[in-house]
């Protein structure tokens, strides 16, 4: 644990890591409790400034854990480059050409990428989408336990001249999509509705609360971007926690979320259909996640290894779906709190404790 004391990055690797570094600014962590995913015990290390988000999601994962915990499940480790061909006369020949290209060009990916196929990843399909003025090529690609973002980007810029050459254009932009949509993780929450009760609502009419509030979100994108906001709350506590790229999380989160053309809520909750008046609530999250427990930060941060050691993971998938959970758990939170005593009684007592202690760290006191 001494390696928090510093903030877990040691100064000199902090120096290597950006430019022009002045110092570590720092954030609390602590450990979520309570979680159970897939019948396993996980302790979950968040960092977050906001004070109540590790005390809610630890509540909510015991309510959770009273219904036999989350079921989770994640996608293959698949990221999408997108190499964009410019100046294309003919688009639908451009498609036919590039489609009969499928095996030069996967095999083009794969030499790019040696160590990742010895690792049992590698480029797995292609995908060529047309717009008005540009043909777009999609490489899928199974990062393995790594986020990704570098692998994508190598098959990006070594298959960008053959994908124009084909296309009979010119090659424009070589990266890989944020909206990794075949990179999700699925979470299912259930809560026993007697253990939903406050000291003034029963638990039904809390569950019943809650499956409004979640419509409310389905209804409206204003609300929904709240509704999303709360997910977020634990999400990218983990995210950052684990030395991952909290902000391709929120891209790829967020444009997943409006998809279809109308942003919607990332999870949803409802009474169980088949439990007649005492039925379980039922919680569905599902969203992208591209997250790695190898490669990019982790390599310099302390602090993250030692939050992946905390939590016992060391695969992508497994931490997607503890990633999962806590987003689920903090928008349970969330809406248990607005739908029965409201935010702020559970919200503010911490808050004014974070001030008092900056007042008192002021004063001296
Ligand atoms: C605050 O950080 C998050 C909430 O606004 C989420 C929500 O409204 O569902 C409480």
Known sequence: MRILDGGGLD????????????????????????????????????????????????????????????????????????????????????????????????????????????????????????????????????????????????????????????SGGRRGLRILTNLCDRRCVRVTARVPAEALATSEMDGPAVRDGIAAASRFAEDDPYRAATHNKGIMNGVDAVVIATGNDWRSVEAGAHAFAAIDGRYRP???????????????????LEMPMAIGTVGGTLHAHEGARLAQRLMGVTDAKTLAMIVGSAGLASNLAALRALATDGILR???????????????????G
């Open 266 to 284: 990332l999870a949803t909750w409802r009474a169980d259909p088949d439990g007649g008046a005492d039925a379980e609530l039922v919680g569905q």
């Open 346 to 364: 559970g919200h503010m007592p911490l808050h004014y404790r974070s001030h008092a202690i900056a007042r008192d760290a002021e004063t001296g």
């Open 11 to 166: 100064p000199e690797i902090a120096d290597h890591m950006v430019e022009n570094v002045i110092g570590i600014y720092s954030l609390p962590v602590g450990l979520a409790l309570n979680f159970r995913v897939n019948d396993r015990d996980f302790l979950v290390p968040m960092v977050v400034e906001e004070p109540s988000v590790i005390a809610a999601a630890s509540n909510a994962a015991r309510l959770v854990r009273t219904g036999g915990g989350f079921r989770a499940e994640a996608d293959d480790p698949v990221m999408t480059a997108q190499i964009e061909v410019l100046g294309v006369g003919d688009h639908d020949a451009a498609k036919a050409r590039l489609e009969a290209a499928t095996e030069e060009l996967l095999a083009l990916a794969q030499a790019a990428l040696p160590r990742l196929v010895d690792r049992g990843g590698g480029a797995r399909a292609l995908e060529v989408r047309t717009l008005p003025g540009r043909v777009i090529l999609h490489v899928h690609v199974d990062c393995r336990d790594a986020m990704g973002a570098n692998l994508v980007n190598i098959v990006a810029e070594a298959l960008a001249e053959r994908a124009a050459h084909l």
